[in-house]
Every structure is written in structure tokens, then in C-alpha cells.
């Protein structure tokens, strides 16, 4: 029902900055939770970050809070999620998720949709 697309990674150095980009497609866009999950080489999946269907709300996971900031614009379809003081740490492919279920949950399972993420990869 709805079809997600991350852009926005690349290269840089530890310090750097970068905006990630999730375009989705999908009437019903503005009533769904969004997220940012990340995957690092060898490691599990873990949560980054998620927002409400209105933006009111937002949490962060603690490896990433005062750093990270999630945001979105219905009217345009797309969320972001700007990266400040970024650590070698942070590098992993980073997706976008959505769900209509769910408000407050920080568990991939319970996101039916995915994008095919992103390349973030950090130098020291």
C-alpha cells in the first residue's frame, strides 16, 4: 500500500553533517507512524528514530538523542532525518519504515513497510 525510497547517504567525515530523505508514495501518507532504523556491517538491525503521524511527537534512541533530529512534511510525502556530530559509530545502511498500527513502538517487526535504504558511512 505504500512504497518508501531513502536518499540522501554518502561518504563523509566524523563531525560532518548529512539529511537523509524517505519519499513515499500512498494516499493515507499522513496517518502513518514513520521511522528510521539502521543496520551496521555484522550487527543487528536497531532503531534510530520515529515520529507521530502529525509530527507532535518524536523519540530517539539514546546512542543518537541531542544528535539526530526526525521531522516530515505530509504535504510533500516525505520524512527526514538530519545527522549532526556524525562518529564512525554511525555508519551502517539506514532505512525508512512505516506503519498504520502502531504510534509508540521502537521494534522493526512491527513496521510492514520498508524502503531499501541507504549507504551512511563515517571516517575517523
Known amino acids: 500500500q505504500v512504497q518508501l525510497v531513502e536518499s540522501g547517504g554518502g561518504l563523509v567525515q566524523a563531525g560532518d553533517s548529512l539529511r537523509l530523505s524517505c519519499a513515499a508514495s500512498?494516499?493515507?501518507?499522513?496517518?502513518?507512524?514513520m521511522a528510521w532504523f539502521r543496520q551496521a556491517p555484522g550487527k543487528e538491525r536497531e532503531f534510530v528514530a520515529r515520529i507521530s503521524w502529525s509530527g507532535a511527537s518524536t523519540y530517539y534512541a539514546d546512542s543518537v538523542k541531542g544528535r539526530f533530529t526526525i521531522s516530515r512534511d505530509n504535504a510533500k510525502n516525505t520524512v527526514y532525518l538530519q545527522m549532526n556530530s556524525l562518529k564512525p559509530e554511525d555508519t551502517a545502511v539506514y532505512y525508512c519504515?512505516?506503519?498504520?498500527?502502531?504510534?509508540?513502538?521502537?521494534?522493526?517487526?512491527?513496521?510492514?513497510?520498508w524502503g531499501q535504504g541507504t549507504q551512511v558511512t563515517v571516517s575517523s
Open positions: 500512498g494516499r493515507t501518507f499522513s496517518s502513518y507512524t
Open positions: 519504515a512505516a506503519s498504520q498500527y502502531v504510534s509508540t513502538s521502537s521494534s522493526g517487526r512491527n513496521y510492514p513497510y
